[in-house]
């Protein structure tokens, strides 16, 4: 199971100290996710109470439940089988789940001091981060076994193999958007299979890690139309380690760091996913995926809404984005539709003050 659930099952009870339950509950998740939350939780807070009659009193109670939450099996299967029962809400659980997950946490301050860092006047200072990033639960979990088990070793080359499973993982894509998670599922095995081949013939590809990441990444918007927030977040934690990975193999790679940005906005942490893609497309302008992300986590932190200053200077940002895409699509067919150069010229004109030209 996901560390998230238990994460924020924690805060939630160390916060109810001072708030109350409900109060704690708002805070941390928010009060739409909370609504659909509380009934994962409550089995699991009553049993807690039932065990320390003064868990929310004494603070050796509330120490003792914590670590009850991280020992105790019986608990974490309660929490998951609760998870499982949800019926509408999955959407904002899965939110939650990545937002408070282990994995994804132990990279985001590290990711964020690396971008900060990445220039010339800091560039040792970034290798320093770097190292430290490759050393944060990088050992993928079960990796050996899964190369193990691959199918017998592949008479393609590496360089055929890394094609060919990313054009399962992007045939994949095409299958999502139109919704169908068992087509789109059916491609990503494929892709997964081929992927592991690969890795099995050449343990250091960091390119083959980065098309994992991606699969795992894909994976997880398979398990979000399935409504299975549980699986979302595993999937992504597992696309963070793959693109960690590649950092260590390879400190040079533009990719593994697009995909983390991938991660995160597919978390709804927007704004580390434009900083992440910032990094990006700085050091790669004509970087097309990068590039068409950035707008969409630009547009998702529009549409999201804040503070009027903020949402100038996204709005600014988005057009300057948009600017580029619009010369940069034609030059490259093989990424972008063929209808999506109109849908761009037309978020321009909307985004652009009336009779600007931005």
Known sequence: ??????????????????????????????????????????????????????????????????????????????????????????????QLLVRFDDKLASYRDLIIRAVQEADKKNQARHEVIISEIANVKTAIAGLPEQIQQAAPEPKLSIAEIYKQANGYQMDAMKWISARDPDAASQRLEMARGMAMKGLKQDPGSAKMMVTLGFIEKSMAQVSELRQDPESVAKEL???????????????????????????????????????????????????????????????????????????????????????MLEKLMPQQPQIFPANYLAYVQDRLRQLRPSGGQG
């Open 1 to 94: 199971m996901s560390s998230g659930i238990v994460n924020v099952t924690k805060l939630v009870l160390r916060e109810a100290v001072k708030w109350g339950l409900d109060e704690a509950g708002s805070r941390v998740c928010g009060q739409t996710a909370w609504g659909v939350l509380k009934s994962v939780l409550m089995p699991v807070v009553e049993e807690l109470e039932r065990r320390y009659p003064k868990l929310f009193l004494v603070a050796e109670d509330m120490e003792k439940a914590q670590a009850d939450l991280t020992s105790d099996s019986m608990l974490s299967e309660q929490l998951s089988d609760q998870l499982a029962a949800l019926k509408e809400g999955h959407a904002e659980i899965m």
């Open 237 to 323: 934690s597992l696309a963070a380690q793959y693109f960690a990975k590649a950092i260590e193999l390879d400190k040079t790679d533009l990719n593994a760091i697009h995909g983390m940005a991938n991660v995160y906005y597919f978390g709804h942490d927007y704004d580390m996913a434009i900083q992440l893609e910032m990094a990006v497309v700085t050091a790669w302008p004509n970087h097309g995926p990068a590039l068409n992300d950035l707008a969409l986590a630009l547009e998702a932190k529009l549409q999201r809404g804040g503070p009027r200053k903020s949402m100038e200077a996204t709005k600014r940002a988005l057009i300057s984005v948009y600017q």
